[in-house]
């Protein structure tokens, strides 16, 4: 007896959820009260069709002081009834997907003629709307846009008893389980699922605070030749980083090098632009018609970096490297003395400056 809606707040979901509970509970009564009256003990049959549904909710994503981010599911293994609503509260870029295959979030098209990388529609795009039945297979809650997804995505598990994994595409490793059990099996409530979440939260959150801030009292790395590796991501264990730069301020001599290094144990790729940052000369996904076709998802150059790796800045000169993905570095040799400063343009508040003497 669950319902199709559009997509409700939170607020207007608990509502929604108290109201249909009640509206049970007097269904259930007045029926209890009827069927008393003309066939004596034959209630339990009614009582037990009626059962109570609940909402679970679970963090997609989550951010800590030090600009810490966690980039993982919270509980990431949650046990539901059948009819019990999952609510996941979508913190930041994150997508919900159930399905057997793999999605790349970043594909590489032919675009008249030249290797152009687009956003995979099949991530992007949502297959199921909030606050649906979720019957089975491929499902995609899409990601979050102007007009979609803002903040919460919730699904009704009318499923039978078994596990349901889904991950995010954006995050690699980012990922989820659901298992629907028996209606006679007890499981947590959702006050203690809240609990568990906010638990599994901290426990990989707090660590990354503290690597930053040990990080912070840490001189810089500078090799014999003068070059200095900064780390780009400060991180705890797991699934949480600090969005940051390590040494965020670094001195350098003229015609010294400069190393960012993502580390490989990162949760997530980050960038090196100089601001003042264009937007307009390293854009984001851009939406994109084709003609007769799904609107696809077009990366701007930012994904291939407008500075070659290795390049020599000059005074004034921008820069932009390409997508640093865990494992990956990119190094500038600075000529010029001045002051360099550089933002991550997809992480707000990561930002540093390279002063050359
Ligand atoms: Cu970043």
Same mark, same amino acid.
């Given at each position: 007896m669950w319902i199709v809606r559009t997509i409700l707040t939170y607020e207007e979901e608990k509502i929604m959820q108290y109201r249909l509970l009640k509206l049970g509970?007097?269904?259930?009564?007045a029926l209890a009260v009827f069927a008393a009256g003309i066939m004596g003990n034959g209630r339990s049959r009614a009582f037990a069709q009626d059962m109570a549904h609940n909402t679970y909710m679970v963090h997609a994503g989550g951010f800590g002081e030090a600009n810490v981010e966690i980039l993982a599911f919270a509980p990431a293994y949650l046990q539901v009834h059948r009819g019990d609503t999952v609510m996941w509260h979508v /913190? !930041? *870029?994150?997508?919900?997907? *159930?399905?057997?295959?793999?999605?790349? *979030?970043?594909?590489?098209e032919d675009m008249n003629g030249t290797p152009t990388?687009?956003?995979? =529609?099949?991530?992007f795009f949502p297959t199921q709307p909030s606050g649906t039945a979720y /019957?089975?297979? @491929?499902?995609?809650?899409?990601?979050p846009s102007e007009d979609a997804l803002k903040g919460f995505y919730s699904l009704v598990m009318d499923v039978e008893p078994g596990l349901y994994s889904y991950r995010c595409d954006v995050h690699p490793g980012m990922a989820g389980i659901i298992e629907v059990v028996a209606d006679d099996v007890a499981i947590p409530s959702p006050s203690e699922v809240d609990a568990m979440a906010a638990k599994e939260l901290d426990d990989q959150i707090n660590p990354a605070i503290l690597a930053y801030f040990a !990080?912070? $009292? /840490? $001189?810089? /790395?500078? !090799? $014999? @030749?003068?070059?200095i590796t900064i780390l780009a991501g400060i991180g705890g264990t797991g699934r949480a980083s600090s969005l940051s730069f390590a040494s965020p301020l670094v001195f350098i001599k003229a015609g010294e090098t400069v190393t960012?290094? %993502?580390? $490989? @144990?990162?949760?997530? =790729?980050? *960038? %090196?632009?100089?601001? =003042?940052f264009d937007p307009a000369a390293v854009p984001d996904i851009i =939406?994109?018609?084709n003609a007769g076709g799904p609107p696809t998802l077009l990366a701007g150059p930012g994904f291939l970096g407008t500075t070659p790796d290795g390049a020599t800045i000059s005074a004034g000169a921008a820069f932009n490297s390409i997508f640093l993905a865990p494992g990956q570095s990119f190094s500038l040799v600075f000529a010029d003395p001045g002051v360099y400063p550089y933002i991550c343009h997809v992480h707000p508040g990561m930002g540093g400056a390279v002063i050359v003497q």
């Amino acid at each position: 007896m669950w319902i199709v809606r559009t997509i409700l707040t939170y607020e207007e979901e608990k509502i929604m959820q108290y109201r249909l509970l009640k509206l049970g509970l007097i269904g259930v009564l007045a029926l209890a009260v009827f069927a008393a009256g003309i066939m004596g003990n034959g209630r339990s049959r009614a009582f037990a069709q009626d059962m109570a549904h609940n909402t679970y909710m679970v963090h997609a994503g989550g951010f800590g002081e030090a600009n810490v981010e966690i980039l993982a599911f919270a509980p990431a293994y949650l046990q539901v009834h059948r009819g019990d609503t999952v609510m996941w509260h979508v /913190t !930041s *870029f994150h997508n919900m997907r *159930f399905g057997e295959q793999e999605e790349p *979030f970043i594909i590489v098209e032919d675009m008249n003629g030249t290797p152009t990388p687009i956003g995979n =529609p099949n991530v992007f795009f949502p297959t199921q709307p909030s606050g649906t039945a979720y /019957t089975g297979g @491929d499902a995609n809650s899409g990601l979050p846009s102007e007009d979609a997804l803002k903040g919460f995505y919730s699904l009704v598990m009318d499923v039978e008893p078994g596990l349901y994994s889904y991950r995010c595409d954006v995050h690699p490793g980012m990922a989820g389980i659901i298992e629907v059990v028996a209606d006679d099996v007890a499981i947590p409530s959702p006050s203690e699922v809240d609990a568990m979440a906010a638990k599994e939260l901290d426990d990989q959150i707090n660590p990354a605070i503290l690597a930053y801030f040990a !990080s912070s $009292a /840490t $001189a810089p /790395t500078q !090799s $014999a @030749d003068g070059s200095i590796t900064i780390l780009a991501g400060i991180g705890g264990t797991g699934r949480a980083s600090s969005l940051s730069f390590a040494s965020p301020l670094v001195f350098i001599k003229a015609g010294e090098t400069v190393t960012w290094q %993502v580390p $490989a @144990d990162s949760p997530t =790729p980050h *960038f %090196v632009n100089s601001i =003042p940052f264009d937007p307009a000369a390293v854009p984001d996904i851009i =939406p994109q018609e084709n003609a007769g076709g799904p609107p696809t998802l077009l990366a701007g150059p930012g994904f291939l970096g407008t500075t070659p790796d290795g390049a020599t800045i000059s005074a004034g000169a921008a820069f932009n490297s390409i997508f640093l993905a865990p494992g990956q570095s990119f190094s500038l040799v600075f000529a010029d003395p001045g002051v360099y400063p550089y933002i991550c343009h997809v992480h707000p508040g990561m930002g540093g400056a390279v002063i050359v003497q």
